[in-house]
């Protein structure tokens, strides 16, 4: 089969296809041909920034074609997705079977990936930030794979006014169109109405301007892989707090409520009333090109690969 790879610490030129056998399930696990593979930020990260080369994981959705010993509730045929913590980028992978889900019928492959797991991380920061139907919301990373579901889900749980904060001022039609009330640019001076709730996906430099912009008693739910500090000052004075959120956590831990997110999202799609968006698909040796796209904050809505 095919995999793409990489040897050295660099960007999405480092990246090159092998060809490798297929891998055996073990005990729990899922053996998927893989039908779209979702590029996610924290993988594209890695690529220039772990301490040594890891494999390529992530989003997938596909066709299951065997079972390891002790599976139970999947069978060859089934159509799934979920997070990929070994080789992603392939045309067969592992999936462990508490990060797997069924596909309905009415959804693709692709709209598996770019809904199942982006939306778990949206609606989750979400959940975390303890919301209040009325208050407000601002999304950073707004146009991005987690960013635009984010921007839907406010909505739909009860914000007064959603704000898209976003890097290129082109992307404002497009979170627009996905319900923001107004958009923001990172390198203003200030972000406008101070804000009940901020959803960070961007860390690093950004998240000063991002505390700024909370209102006293606002929380800022930090889900970013990119890092960076929060002066505690800037805490204190407003009564403000900062909360982590990560996925994956919830999953190991809370199996049952993770579920519930899925539900709630394939329900939502289903109702017209969750809308992911794919910005590009590229075929599984032009990973290199699909990293780019997201290096370069280019996406609007998810990136792809298809094998």
């Given amino acids: 089969m095919r995999r793409i790879r990489y ?17 055996e399930p ?29 494999p390529l994981g992530g989003e997938l959705a596909g066709e299951v074609v065997s079972v390891g010993e002790g ?17 992603g980028y392939a045309e ?14 009415y959804a693709t492959a692709r709209d598996a990936v770019a809904l199942v797991r982006s ?3 949206a609606l989750g920061a979400l959940e975390a930030a303890r919301p209040e139907r009325g208050e407000s919301v601002l999304v950073t990373a707004a146009a991005s794979g987690v960013g635009h579901l984010a921007l839907q889900l406010a909505r739909r749980r009860g914000a007064s006014r959603v ?38 996906a961007v860390g690093g430099a950004l998240l000063t301007p991002a505390v700024k912009a909370l209102a006293p008693g606002g929380r800022l739910v930090a889900y970013s892989s ?4 929060i002066e505690a000052y800037d805490l204190l004075s407003g009564g403000r707090s900062a909360i982590g959120f990560q996925v994956a956590i919830v999953a190991r831990t809370q199996p049952q409520r993770y579920a519930a997110w899925i539900e709630e ?37 998810k990136v792809v690969l298809v094998p």
């Fill in 7 to 23: 040897e050295r610490i660099g960007g999405p030129e480092t990246l090159f296809q092998e060809e490798v056998p297929v891998p």
């Fill in 119 to 121: 939306g778990a991380v």
């Fill in 92 to 105: 067969y992978a592992l999936l462990h079977t508490a990060m797997a889900s069924p596909v309905p019928a």
């Fill in 26 to 54: 073990g005990a729990g696990e899922l053996l998927v041909r893989a039908e779209a593979i979702g590029v996610t930020l924290p993988v594209v990260r890695k690529v220039r920034e772990a301490a040594r080369p890891v």
């Fill in 265 to 301: 999202l394939w329900r939502l799609f289903g109702e017209g009333a969750l809308r992911p968006a794919i910005h590009a698909e590229f075929a599984l040796a032009d990973a290199a090109r699909a990293h780019a796209a997201i290096e370069t904050r280019a996406n609007r809505g």
């Fill in 163 to 200: 704000v898209a904060a976003v890097g290129d001022p082109a992307k404002a039609d497009f979170v627009r169109s996905l319900g923001a009330d107004d958009v923001v640019t990172y390198g203003r001076e200030t972000w406008g109405e101070p804000v009940d709730v901020v959803l960070d």
């Fill in 71 to 87: 599976v139970g509730g999947f069978a060859t045929g089934d159509r799934v997705t979920g997070l990929c913590f070994g080789h």
């Fill in 226 to 229: 990119g890092g960076g500090t």
